[in-house]
């Protein structure tokens, strides 16, 4: 049964076969919109003529005004036999659970909600962000985000295994809207609690982050299960600053729901807006992102050498970009084309690749190979003899280790945002200067 057999009423008013049918117009959005954001916004949506007029039904309130506003000129031009196009509510249940769900009333004495309006902000840092089906959404409301138009996407959830974007996304958020922003992961989020709670300065936290910023992005929020007092702080800040429409960007490793050890109540509050999980990129997007990242370091390969590489099964995107950093650096170094040979020579070097046994060891190790101090790697000493090392330090740490960010920031006296700074400054270096996988590979070796 078709898609219009088994969802779109009859009637006259309904009869859309003279200009094609709403499939046909369906199929000029795709073509438009590449089939990344048509899986995310219209693949399920229903429509009906009435009196020349489409009508689209969108699920709830947020999904209508985000699809008018973003791609209502592509609409209009997909639909231009019509006289026009409307947007409705599915029902009026939904649209009366979609308006009153995310933003509760203020409590008694409490301060009147305040609407943040911020100037339009420049999302380039999303342009090297390969889109796909698996991950439209996240990037569609973490863009409006960074725009200054939140609206329903705050709070705003990435949910994600780790490797699969959630930072990359976070972090570019970030440097779009540049200041009045706080960044923390949620370890240094205790952290900072904590030793507040200690020291009797809890005034001094509450006003750094419900009083002095308009947006919060908080990572991986799922390692405060079990963490009770932490948790109830977290609860009232986001309560602060979401009746007072300040933006709010939260990332998990699991929707919230699924987090065993967090309170009921703070997940429900972590939901009021818009929950964008992000799955394993399908075997198109897989390519894609091999294809633009070997571009960006100037190797052409094949196709049939990126279907290699896209269907080796790996957990991440930074699994996945292992394998291509294996086939660039061989061919640049033996100055050969990439062929189906020389993949195979590199997938056969990743899949033998040896785990450490600590974080403590990389570090050691990293002093020697580079004739630094071991207290100098540690410290905080900018100098280039020293960054470089100690970026690679926290690179091969995340790689051949099971460390989380902080583990491995502790172990160089850094925070968890300087750990993904510096592991995104390899990840790029090694694309660009093949050398340096191979530096990188007789490293790993030295580890086994």
Request: aromatic share 6%; hydrophobic share 40%; with cysteine.
């Given at each position: 049964m078709s898609e219009s057999e088994s969802g779109q009423p009859g009637g006259k008013s309904g009869d859309m076969t003279e200009f094609g049918g709403w499939d046909?117009?369906?199929?000029?959005?795709?073509?438009?919109?590449?089939?990344?954001?048509?899986?995310a916004w219209f693949r399920t949506l229903r429509a009906t003529v009435e009196g020349g007029t489409l009508a689209i039904e969108c699920p709830d309130r947020f999904s209508r005004d985000w699809i008018e506003r973003r791609y209502g000129a592509v609409v209009r031009t997909a639909a231009a036999e019509l006289t026009g196009v409307e947007y409705k509510v599915a029902s009026a249940q939904a649209a009366s659970s979609a308006e009153s769900a995310p933003i509760p009333l203020p409590t008694r004495g409490s301060a009147a909600p305040e609407i943040v309006v911020r100037a339009p902000q420049s999302t380039r840092h999303f342009d090297?962000?390969?889109v796909g089906p698996a991950n439209a959404l996240a990037l569609e409301a973490s863009r409006a985000v960074a725009e200054g138009r939140p609206g329903r996407c705050s709070p705003l959830v990435l949910a994600a295994e780790p490797g699969l974007g959630k930072t990359h996304l976070c972090r570019a958020i970030q440097r779009s809207i540049g200041t009045d922003i706080v960044f923390r992961s949620a370890e240094e989020f205790t952290s900072e609690v904590t030793q507040a709670m200690r020291a009797g300065q809890m005034q001094t936290i509450r006003h750094r982050y419900r009083k002095a910023l308009n947006v919060?992005?908080?990572?991986?929020?799922?390692?405060?299960?079990?963490?009770?007092?932490t948790q109830i702080e977290l609860f009232h800040t986001l309560d602060h600053l979401i009746t007072r429409g300040k933006t709010v960007v939260l990332s998990t490793d699991r929707p919230p729901s699924q987090i065993q050890g967090l309170d009921p109540q703070l997940a429900a509050r972590m939901?009021?807006?818009?929950?964008?999980?992000?799955?394993?990129?399908?075997?198109?997007?897989?390519?894609?992102?091999?294809?633009?990242?070997?571009?960006?370091g100037g190797i052409?390969?094949?196709?049939?050498?990126?279907?290699?590489l896209a269907s080796r099964p790996v957990q991440n995107i930074r699994d996945l970009l292992v394998g291509l950093n294996q086939v660039v650096a061989r061919a640049s170094l033996l100055r050969q084309k990439v062929s189906v040979e020389l993949v195979v020579q590199a997938l056969e070097a990743v899949e033998v690749a040896p785990r450490a046994k600590?974080?403590?060891e990389i570090v050691k190790l990293i002093a020697r190979s580079f004739n630094v101090d071991l207290a100098e790697l540690r410290g905080p000493s900018r100098?280039?003899?020293?960054?470089?090392?100690?970026?690679?330090a926290m690179y091969l740490s995340r790689r051949y280790t099971d460390a989380s960010l902080k583990e491995i920031g502790n172990a160089l006296s850094r925070d968890h945002s300087s750990v993904v700074y510096a592991i995104e400054a390899v990840e790029k270096r090694v694309v660009e200067k093949?050398?340096?996988?191979?530096?990188?590979?007789?490293?790993?070796?030295?580890?086994?």
């Open positions: 046909s117009i369906r199929q000029r959005i795709r073509e438009r919109l590449g089939p990344a954001v048509f899986d090297d962000f390969v919060l992005i908080l990572e991986d929020v799922q390692f405060l299960a079990g963490k009770r007092a939901t009021t807006g818009l929950v964008a999980s992000i799955a394993r990129p399908e075997a198109e997007t897989r390519q894609k992102i091999l294809r633009e990242k070997a571009a960006c052409s390969i094949p196709d049939e050498c990126l279907e290699m600590s974080v403590d100098q280039r003899k020293f960054v470089r090392p100690r970026q690679i093949p050398q340096l996988r191979y530096e990188l590979e007789a490293l790993a070796q030295r580890l086994a």
